[in-house]
């Protein structure tokens, strides 16, 4: 018989495509498994110890003469490696340092950050041979365009390209990951992702720090039969795996003390979305979203986590026995595919070890905790209201927002635009998604916003803090309310299922310039990537 392209790639490995023919979910789909891995190679949950990614150090520092800001000087190598997920076998992988997933960086408020991103990958991806060509967006950062991991401002192998970073933004969870035009999904969920914390005084005095803050990326895979990642994005509809990886652990068992955690929750599943949940039914504490902390910490059972979204919730285990194990598990939404174990994330085992009580975070699980710009907007400083339709084309079969995709962008010299909002202007965007069969995760770089409302009643209490992507379900219209600051220019939007972006749902708007002002900060000319000539 005649095999398909689709069906060698599935047999391949990272190169493989994992689960065979297109799965495209109108409801929430129950399976046994996507992997080809026989049975003694399946990773089973709770098998392996949890780990955190590395903290990333300058390798130098300074003073910006400019303004006598302080400069953190790091630098990452994209490169191929393997990383021991199975119980035997390895998977060749693409990470920051060879890392899966890569190094956390750590810094301060008012520390700007310089980061060397050189790209020392192969020239090919192994599983269909799009040039490795990179380009690094720091996700939740208000950089400039340049800076911004623009899609289609990439870096080749062999090059390198320095971004710089303000970090004047109050504290939050960020992560940097790839954002390569229309490679993302392949490139991010070959391992191209890490997370990035930015700490202040007041999330400092108010949360635990140290070895309490604990940072969760989480993100599923399929493998096939000789333990490379697997890949099927279902027609460019969504990859589900069957593993689900925590910090690029399978199901991973945590140690913890009877006092109160934080946990930095990043769901970089390229399509996957979460509803984390204990097993002891008690309550997960939001006090922070994407753009930092919220007004008020939120007490939830559960909550709707999409990817490239970030949740910081606080656990609260000092009433559990020594022993005890509590899961965290998923209670997953509608049109994700779920396979026998996804319904597991992790777990936490309670031991004995003495708990330090002059630490005031031991025991605290703050009501109030700070406001922020985004949450003090009102709808009536809205200048402007802009309507926007998340759909697949019946033409194209291209995932579009109205009827733009990036192809449009690049077609007209990256010109076109769907907003062109004025510098420090206020605007309400309504974002539809008229679909019973799809959520989108929207980003909209450069901002942190208010989610006004769904379907016309109030956001969730979970979501009720400044964010930069929101999850628009099946059937559902948000109302959004941003400020458009600190900087004029370029700046994307685009779903963040990532075979939805790259297949052609990113568009982008354009602040305080008209389409004829000349463009200081144009991603496509200014701050071009350099010849690597450093040996490692």
């Keep these: 018989m005649s095999v398909s392209r689709r069906r060698v790639l599935l047999l391949g490995g990272l190169g493989a495509l994992g689960a065979g023919g297109a799965i495209l979910p109108t409801r929430s789909v129950d399976a046994k498994s996507a992997s080809r ?133 109050p504290a939050r969870s960020l992560w940097y990951h790839d954002h390569g035009v229309h490679f993302t999904a392949l490139n991010a969920y070959s391992g191209l992702a890490a997370q990035y914390h930015l700490h202040d005084p007041v999330e400092r005095q108010l949360l635990p720090q140290g070895r309490y803050d604990v940072a969760l ?32 652990r399978p199901w991973p068992v945590m140690k913890v003390q009877k006092r109160v955690y934080r946990f930095r929750i990043l769901n970089s599943s390229i399509s996957r979305s979460l509803r984390p949940t204990l097993s002891t039914g008690a309550p997960l504490v939001v006090v922070a979203t994407d753009g930092g902390l919220v007004p008020t910490a939120q007490s939830v059972a559960n909550y709707r986590h999409a990817g490239a979204e970030r949740y910081e919730v606080l656990i609260d285990f000092r009433k559990y026995a020594t022993g005890q194990r509590i899961e965290l598990r998923n209670l997953s939404n509608r049109n994700n595919v779920d396979y026998d174990f996804t319904h597991k994330i992790m777990a936490f085992d309670v031991t004995d070890e003495p708990v330090d009580t002059t630490d005031p975070t031991w025991n605290r699980i703050p009501t109030t905790l700070v406001g922020s710009e985004p949450m003090s907007l009102t709808a009536a400083q809205a200048v402007k209201t802009r309507r926007f339709r998340l759909k697949r084309s019946d033409v194209t079969n291209l995932w579009t927002i109205n009827d733009d995709s990036w192809q449009d962008v690049i077609a007209t010299g990256y010109k076109r635009v769907v907003a062109d909002p004025a510098l420090d202007s206020v605007e309400i965007w309504e974002v539809e998604n008229g679909s019973g069969g799809w959520f989108h995760p929207l980003h909209i770089h450069l901002v942190d916003f208010q989610v006004l409302s769904r379907n016309g009643r109030a956001a969730f209490p979970y979501e009720r803090g400044p964010k930069d992507v929101v999850y628009v379900g099946e059937g559902e219209t948000v109302r959004l309310l941003m400020k458009f600051t600190p900087h004029q220019g370029l700046y994307m939007m685009h779903c963040h299922n990532l075979p939805h972006e790259d297949h052609d749902m990113m568009a982008q708007f354009r602040v305080g310039l008209r389409e004829t002002d000349y463009d200081r900060n144009d991603p496509m000319t200014v701050a071009r990537p350099e010849w690597d000539d450093e040996t490692d």
């Design 37 to 169: 891995l026989n049975d003694r190679e399946m990773p089973r949950p709770f098998q392996v110890p949890f780990v955190q990614a590395p903290v990333l150090q300058p390798y130098a520092t300074g003073i910006d003469p400019a303004d006598g800001l302080p400069v953190n000087y790091y630098r990452v190598t994209q490169k191929a490696a393997t990383a021991r997920i199975l119980p035997r076998l390895t998977t060749p992988v693409l990470g920051y340092d060879g890392l899966f997933p890569g190094p956390t960086i750590s810094l301060d408020q008012g520390t700007k950050a310089v980061l060397r991103v050189r790209n020392q990958l192969p020239a090919q991806h192994a599983l269909d041979g799009h040039a490795l060509s990179t380009s690094t967006h720091l996700h939740g950062s208000a950089s400039l365009p340049q800076y911004d991991g623009y899609a289609s401002d990439i870096t080749h192998p062999g090059f390198y390209k320095d971004y710089r970073y303000p970090n004047v933004q």
């Design 217 to 248: 990326t989480i993100s599923d895979a399929m493998f096939a039969e000789n333990g490379s990642l697997g890949y099927d994005d279902n027609s460019h509809s969504g990859l589900w795996g069957d593993v689900i990886l925590v910090n690029g």
